[in-house]
């Protein structure tokens, strides 16, 4: 007995399982034009019944009208009109998880006419009925065909769900996009909506299309509750930056976060406003628009073997690009990341192929002498660019040996072997933080300032000069494009100070009036380009939060999208930079270049510098490192540190 009762307990979950897999396979597998015509045979069946059951409840002589074939007759071209003023009204077009009033409307015309045609049938076959009859027929056929849509879709819905385990979603917004979501929900085999949550009071504890409008606060609960895996946030109309506050709290609780676009979206209506071009960074920051003029520098760099050390950098790489256009006879790529390298070779082969210029690409640090040498001598090497330089403030704050010898022994290294090679020009690429520094950043830009300037003083033949100017906007050091991926993940915008300035200018600027500034060069000069008045960075926050339309959350504004927080100076970090160390400035042939002539150290100053700083480095001492760039660098203190150090005369 136990036995048989233990086959019979195996063998009912095989045979429930194979029809439950079978009344899957068969409803998910139908062709178009099988649901249709299953559609009509119900409809007229649910017709039939109707006219049955009209004639039941009204007591009218059933026999009479379905036992002759006058009654037969009747009801056949009956059923066969309703039917194909059904095939023309598309009733059986459409789906059941489209069932909605419109669908409800047609059926209800399919009813008046209906019963219109049965009461002329039964007129012109001799069979008279009451008027009653003929309306009791027509609603009664209304009803059916309707209930039986609404019952249809209910067995569909619970045949897909025999498929297997439906990820259950809670629908975050009631409105117009959810309820869409909600009912293209209904029949899908893999995702089952169980409840709204929606922060309109107005709409809370209502029912919508079948769910409940919950309150966002009780969110644990329901999750809990109904084993809810995903949130899908219905609220097109929230700002991007909300949304994403939004799903970070949610992410934070274990839930997996998806965003469903408005209609107009996901169609490509979207008004034209969102279709406008933001306006430039260059006009954001005040700036008018820079018309390149390279036509000197063409003449200077035309023919020439240029090499570009940092040729994959935000300045590099760019440089490399104008200066394509200046016809050189080689372009020397100089750049110690490789993924940067290739990328920039990758960028400029096209470009220097069509112009018949030769690109060679160096892998190599600037601070190895004998590959430095070697490019130069091989390559035969005119013109040098140095714009290899480590220059986040932070960053080599935290790693200040390293920084000041890639920064001043690379340059040393570099202009040396270019004097020694006999090239015609040096020009260094340095930074409005080399003037009175507060962070090892600039002091190691300011020592690499005055070697350029010890080599000036002493060079023979080759012109040696420095462009100093401010944040490019734009490259991989400025904030631009922190604050726009901070904007992106919906805030908030992160300033060191709300009174902190900084200069800018474009790249393409930037490099256009170097290569000018480095083409006039007579030696020694110190260039400094034109920036224009500092920017508050505050401002700029403000500025790139509404020029993406969003509002600035604040105490004036708490409902604002984004919010602005300040988080303090950075360790070395001024609140204003300057361009200039000594009094004035001289104008040049272009107004935007200007030119002064500041203290150097002599030859035997800069030697014992470059000797004290190798020591440093080579026992990895970084305070002696420190004390190399307090002794020489004017102005230049360690944070924390108590000025007892005197400068050198002339420095």
């Known amino acids: 007995m136990k036995k048989s009762a233990s086959r019979s307990a195996t063998r009912a979950p095989t045979f429930l399982t194979r029809l439950r897999d079978d009344l899957t396979a068969r409803a998910t597998t139908l062709s178009l034009n099988q649901k249709r015509s299953i559609l009509l045979a119900v409809d007229i069946c649910l017709t039939a019944v109707s006219y049955v059951l009209t004639l039941l409840i009204l007591a009218e002589p059933l026999a009479v009208m379905l036992g002759t074939w006058t009654g037969l007759l009747t009801v056949g071209i009956m059923l066969l009109i309703s039917s194909v003023v059904s095939v023309i009204l598309k009733i059986p077009n459409i789906r059941l998880k489209a069932f909605d009033s419109k669908g409800i409307g047609l059926i209800g015309v399919l009813a008046l006419i209906s019963a219109a045609v049965a009461a002329a049938l039964h007129q012109i076959g001799s069979l008279p009925l009451s008027v009653a009859t003929f309306v009791v027929f027509g609603m009664m056929m209304f009803v059916a065909l309707s209930s039986a849509r609404l019952i249809m879709l209910e067995v569909l819905v619970a045949i897909y769900r025999m498929r297997g385990h439906r990820t259950r979603v809670l629908i975050y917004g009631a409105g117009a996009t959810g309820i869409q979501l909600a009912r293209a929900l209904t029949a899908d085999d893999q995702i089952e909506a169980v409840a709204f949550v929606d922060d309109n009071p107005s709409l809370q504890g209502l029912t919508v299309t079948g769910l409940e409008v919950l309150r966002p606060v009780d969110i644990d609960r329901i999750v809990a509750e109904r084993a809810v895996a995903r949130v899908v946030l219905c609220m097109p109309s929230m700002s991007r930056p909300k949304q994403t506050q939004l799903a970070r709290r949610l992410q934070a609780q274990g839930l997996e976060v998806q965003v469903l676009p408005s209609f107009t979206q996901l169609i490509g209506q979207e008004p034209l406003v969102e279709k406008l071009v933001p306006m430039s960074e260059a006009r954001l920051m005040g700036r008018q628009v820079f018309d390149r003029q390279t036509d000197k520098a063409a003449r200077e760099f035309a023919g020439r073997s240029v090499l570009v050390s940092g040729g994959g950098g935000s300045i590099g790489s760019e440089l490399c690009r104008q200066l394509l256009d200046c016809a050189p006879r080689k372009l020397i790529v100089f750049e110690l990341s490789e993924l940067a390298l290739y990328e920039i070779h990758k960028t400029l082969t096209p470009l220097a192929a069509d112009a018949g210029i030769d690109l060679v690409p160096i892998l190599g640090s600037v601070t190895e002498g004998r590959l430095v040498r070697h490019v130069i001598e091989t390559h035969q090497v005119d013109v040098v660019l140095h714009a290899a330089a480590y220059k986040h403030v932070s960053l080599v704050e935290t790693n200040p040996l390293v920084g000041l010898a890639n920064n001043v022994l690379g340059t040393s290294t570099l202009a040396r072997e270019a004097a020694r090679a006999g090239c015609e020009r040096f020009v260094l690429v340095s930074s409005d933080k080399a003037v009175r520094p507060t962070n090892i950043m600039g002091a190691s830009k300011r020592l690499a300032e005055l070697v350029v300037q010890d080599q000036a003083a002493r060079s023979r033949g080759t012109i040696f000069t420095m462009v ?144 004290s700083l190798r020591e440093a480095l080579s026992s990895g001492n970084e305070e002696a490192a420190a004390a190399v760039a307090m002794r020489w660098v004017e102005g230049y203190r360690k944070p924390g540190t108590v000025d007892t150090v005197v400068a050198p005369q002339g420095a």
Do not use: C
Not at 529 to 555: F, Q
Not at 558 to 586: S, T, Y
């Open 468 to 611: 100093r100017f401010g944040n490019v906007i734009g490259s991989s050091g400025s904030v631009i494009p922190l604050f726009k991926e901070q904007i992106a993940q919906g805030g908030p915008v992160t300033v060191t100070h709300r009174d902190v300035t900084r200069f800018f200018m474009t790249v393409e600027e930037a490099v256009s009036l170097v290569l000018m500034a480095g083409s006039m060069a007579k030696g020694g000069e110190v260039y400094v380009l034109d920036m224009g008045k500092p920017v508050r960075i505050w401002d700029l926050a403000r500025h790139l939060i509404e020029e993406n339309r969003y509002t600035v959350r604040s105490d004036e504004n708490p409902d604002g999208d984004i919010a602005i927080v300040e988080v303090g100076l950075k360790p070395g970090e001024k609140l204003r930079e300057e361009l200039i160390i000594g009094e004035g400035h001289v104008v040049t042939m272009h107004e935007k270049i200007f030119v002064t002539h500041e203290a150097s150290l002599s030859e035997i100053e800069v030697a014992s510098a470059l000797r």
